[in-house]
Each structure stands twice: as C-alpha cells, then as structure tokens.
C-alpha cells in the first residue's frame, strides 16, 4: 500500500521522482523519501508526514540522473524517519519496498551474524542487505538471488553505486508499470505518478523483473528469461488527478458521479437492453452455465456486493453468496455447480481478492468476472471476464464513484445474464436500463441538497458514535454511509438492519447517539418506521434520508432530508450519494484530512 516511483534519464530526475510521489501520496503519507545517485556517491533524504515535509528537507542544489523514491503506509514499524524508504546497505545499495517479506526474521537473524547492522524496524531493510551480500558486479543478478530467498507479496526498485546506471525493478504480488520516454526510463506503482512525463507504459507481469537504463530495459520472467513485452498507451492525462475547483478531491469525486455513471454506460446499453458481448467475447457461453453467483470483495466493494445479491435473488431467481475476501481465501468452502465467481474491486491489485481468485481449486466454478476501475490490473488481467467501470482516477482514500460504479456494473451484469438466459423479460430489461440511463440526471438533482446536508451536519461536529439504520438492499447502503463516516470523520458509526434493534443495539441510543435512517419508499417503509418509533421512545434523534413518498410520521426534533428518487432498482445507488455528502461536510467540519485519513491508504495491496 505504499508508492514506488524511480527514474533514469539525462536530466535531473529529483524533481520527476518529487512530482511522481506527490501522485501517488494516496497510496501511503505516513513518509516519504529519495535517494539519487551523482557522481558515484549515493545521497538519501526522509521526512515523517506527507510529501510536502521530504521536499522541504531537500537541497535546492541536490540532483541526481538516476533515483528512486517512495511514500510510505506503515506495516512493520511505527511511521519515522529511520523506518522511512528507502533504505540502504552499506551506503551502496538503496531499496524502495511496497507489500510485505514475510519470511524476514529468519533472513534478519542470518545476515545480523554476517555482521550487517539494522537501522529501522521494518521488513523491508532486510531486502537491502541480503541484495548487497549477494552483489559483486551485476545488480541484476543479486536481486533474482536475493528475491528468490524472499516469501511474501511485494514490489522492489533497487539502484546501486556500483552500477550507477541501472535501476532493477520487481513485482511479486504487488503492481509495477514501466514508463517509457525518449533517452529517459521510469518504473512507478502506478501510471498516475508519470503521466507528466509518458504516456507509453509497459505492466509488469506476475513476477516480472526489470532492468532499466537510460536508453532501453529489458524485461524478464520470474525464471530470468528474457520475456516479450508490449508498449501500451494511456489514455489518461494528467490534469485528470487535479482536484480543479474542488476543495478536496472526495468532494469533486461524489460531483463526478453522474459522469462516471454516463461512461460507465456508453457503449453498452440501448434506450431498451443491454448490449450484447459487453463481458466478453465469451460470456454467453459461461453465462449459459451460472446456476450459483459467489460475490468476493472487500470493505467498500464489499457493500457493493450486497447489494447485488439483492439484485440477483429478486430479479434472477438464482442463488448468491456475498463474502469478505480475507475470510473467504482462508476456508474451504463448499462450491455449487457451476459457480461465477465475481471479484469486485477499485484498484484490481486488492491483496485478499486477487489471492481469493488465484486460489481458486474446484471445477465447480464455471468462471471468473472482475468488476474494476484500473484496466491493466491483476484482477483484470486473471479473470474469465471483465466489466470495467470507467470510473477514471480516484483520489480521495473513501471510495465514492469507485462505487456507485460498481453498482451499475453489476446491474448491468444482471440484465446481462437475465436476458442471456431468458429470466427476464423485455419489458423488465427496458425498465432496469431506463432507470439506468436517467441515473446522471438524477444524481445531479440530488446533489443539490449540498447546503441543506451541510447544515445537519453541524449537529455531528462533538460526537463521538453514530447509528445508521436500513432494511432490504438499503443495509448495505447504511453499512456504506456508517463506513465513510468513521473512515473520514473519525466518528464511530456503526450500520445494522433496522429489524435488528431490539437484539442489541438499542441498549445504545439515547440522547447522545444520532441515529441516521435510510427511509426508501418501499414495501417496508411501515417496519422502518415502527423500528424509528423504537429510536424516538428511549429518546434518539433521528436523522432521515428519505425517498419522496415516503410519509414518515416524525417528530419536531427529527430531521428529515427528502430525496427526489422515484424509481425500481437503482435506489441504493441514489441513496448513496446524500451520504456521501453528509459524511464529507462532518469530517470537513471536525478538521480531518478528508482526502488522506489516518491509518488508511487506497490501493490495499497486503494483508
């Protein structure tokens, strides 16, 4: 969950190498660093904090043709400076690390008798060192040795005195890009970091090294042999990562909504249907099979999964299971015949979901969809088939129109698969893909509630817990809106069905503890409003987002924000939004990092 960044060019790279950590400080800001190389001497800088602390520590004057840098999230060792990347060996070899050496006690104790000395706390110095005792004269050559001894998910970029122009790069697990330029090579966890200088990419395979100099690189498989590599084009710019307008990039994500919604959709709807072949090529014959759909994903994809089910069971007829990717890969699980294992994920490089697809073992599965946001992932790369969400890039740590996205993915899955096997009818096909195309519209309606959410939001500034309550496919939008409250806002919210309150949760509620209501206008509106009496009796405020329609019997104290949703089956992903934006005002109101809170990072690539 840290970002990697390295350069080679005739040009001073401290600046590309500042600039490609300041794109990638959502991966990780517990601390950032630099290392270059100049005139056979190996310089260092580290600062604790952002990216903004490293640049003030470095010398206007410093410079370097080669170096590698890194922003750091915390895994082995508290955030500091000696546990900053990168780290060093012998003061010629430096190594920036992502993902985590599992096996590095062992390998620490042997090289601490071969007399080399320990500065940090973290697994990833170990790396450093066992590098240099196996280097002689090809860096190369001890990096395989040294990544061979290593277990574990990680990506490596390694420079050394010794072979001052050679940067060696690695992935094992963990996402890496070539960036391809003119006299000039780059390595980067992610294309966003070197958009201002390429546009020309090379995504690193499973256990792929890299060596790179100035004028060319070669690549080469986890067995050393030299392997075929294609140079692809981005479609991204780099002005797509600026927050614009916006204060922060959350906020201009929650407004991008409605287009993100529009991409998501062009090209593969009519006024009527879902277009065909829009999985894949192959998709009729794997969905000819699907009697049993397994939904894995994690954290916000996880909530998107739920709401799937909904959609599947009503709408399908067909059986779904919805499970958390760190539980799911470590039981063995009984599979039904012929099972779509789905994946849901932003990044497609989400530890627990790619390890839960890799591993993988019965014949009952009859395929694999991934639903993602980042086209040239892992995820995406290993599935059967795929649905991207042309969501564009994600900023801010709370996942947004990451989500929203995903949703419309897999209704879009669901009209696909009901009209390839005939379980929906024309007409209910045209309904679902109606509400679909009207979705940005409608969206756009309700994100003019802004004010008036920013308003109740002032009521959460001093406390300290939240409820939230939702019945049917509306629970796992609260267990959405309760996430992004805690995650950004610090706030401890927790989301429960409403039919659960009298089995616990009540015990909590009383005049300290605001309870948020998610009130759709739907066949149980009435059990949703008896379970509001039950908050109202033992003296909780309520704070209702409610569909338009739905009469709500509420008390002066209440406050109720009416929605303007009239529709089927995209009402959770319109009663996403006003919760966005409630969860947003409170954490810009309490004075929290909203784009980078502590402790969490975006790409999820470690257990």
């Known amino acids: ?29 517990d601390s950032a660093g630099m290392a270059l190389i100049e005139d056979q001497k190996l310089t260092r800088f580290r600062a604790l904090g952002k990216v903004s602390e490293l640049e003030a520590r470095m010398s206007v004057e410093q410079s370097g043709h080669i170096g590698i840098a890194h922003t750091r999230w915390a895994t082995h060792g508290a955030p500091s400076e000696n546990n900053a990347h990168p780290h060093f060996s012998s003061d010629r070899v430096a190594v920036v690390h992502n993902g985590i050496i599992e096996n590095y006690k062992g390998i620490r104790d042997r090289l601490l008798q071969a007399g080399y000395e320990f500065s940090s706390e973290t697994d990833s110095e170990v790396v450093a060192h066992l590098i240099d005792s196996y280097f002689k004269d090809d860096l190369f050559a001890a990096v395989k040795k040294a990544v061979e001894e290593l277990e574990g998910a990680f990506a490596l970029g390694i420079i050394a005195v010794d072979d001052p122009d050679t940067l060696v790069a690695c992935r094992r697990g963990n996402p890496l890009v070539v960036g391809v330029g003119i006299k000039e090579n780059f390595v980067a966890s992610d294309v966003s970091a070197l958009l201002p ?17 100035k004028n060319d690189f070669q690549v080469y498989d986890a067995a050393g ?88 069971e009503a709408l399908l007829d067909i059986p779904c299971q919805v499970e958390v990717a760190s539980e799911f890969r470590y039981r063995k699980a009984v599979v039904p015949e012929n099972t779509l294992f789905v994946t849901l994920s932003q990044s497609g490089e989400t530890a627990d979901t790619l390890s839960a697809l890799r591993s993988l073992e019965s014949n009952n599965y009859c395929g694999s969809l991934s639903i993602c946001n980042a086209p040239e992932s892992s995820l995406v790369r290993e599935s059967s088939l795929v649905m991207m969400t042309r969501a564009g890039p994600e900023i801010g740590v709370a996942s947004t129109k990451a989500f929203t996205t995903q949703l419309v993915a897999m209704l879009l899955f669901v009209a696909a698969l009901g009209k390839r096997q005939k379980r929906l009818d024309d007409k209910t096909i045209a309904a679902i893909i109606g509400e679909l195309n009207a979705l940005p519209a409608q969206i756009e309606k309700l994100l ?41 806002s610090y706030i401890h919210a927790e989301a429960y069905p409403a039919g659960e309150l009298k089995h616990g949760p009540l015990a909590l509620v009383d005049a300290d503890m605001p309870v948020v209501v998610v009130a759709p206008n739907d066949d149980l509106l009435e059990k949703l409003h008896s379970n509001m009496q039950e908050v109202k009796a033992r003296g909780g405020k309520l704070y209702v987002f409610a569909h338009r329609g739905a009469h709500l019997d509420t008390e002066s104290d209440d406050v109720v924000i009416e929605m303007d949703c009239d529709t089927d089956w995209v009402t959770p992903i319109l009663s996403t939004i006003p919760l966005q934006l409630f969860s947003y005002h409170v954490a810009v109101l309490r004075g929290t990092d909203v784009d980078q809170p502590r402790n969490l990072a975006k790409s999820v690539t470690v257990e």
């Open 1 to 29: 969950m840290c970002g990697i960044v390295g350069a080679l060019a005739q040009r001073d790279v401290s600046s590309i190498l500042l600039a490609g950590l300041y794109r990638l400080e959502y991966r990780g800001y």
């Open 197 to 213: 200088v390429t546009n020309r990419f090379v995504y690193l395979e499973e256990g792929d090294y890299v060596v790179l100099h």
């Open 225 to 312: 042999k030299v392997r075929d590599h294609d140079v692809k084009i981005s479609e991204l710019n780099s002005d797509s990562a600026n927050k614009g307008e916006y204060r922060h990039y959350m906020l201009k994500e929650i407004y991008e909504q409605g287009r993100a919604i529009a991409e998501c959709l062009e090209g593969r709807v009519s006024d009527k249907t879902v277009l065909d072949a829009v999985f894949g090529y192959d998709a009729d014959a794997i969905f000819d099979r699907v009697e049993n759909v397994q939904i894995i994903a994690c954290g916000t994809s996880y909530h998107a999964g739920i709401v799937a089910r909904y959609w599947i």
């Open 448 to 488: 003019r509630l802004d004010a008036q959410i920013e308003a109740i939001a002032e009521d959460f500034v001093e406390k300290e817990h939240a409820l939230f309550l939702g019945r049917g496919e509306h629970h796992p939008i609260a267990m959405e809106g309760a996430l992004k409250l805690k995650e950004i």
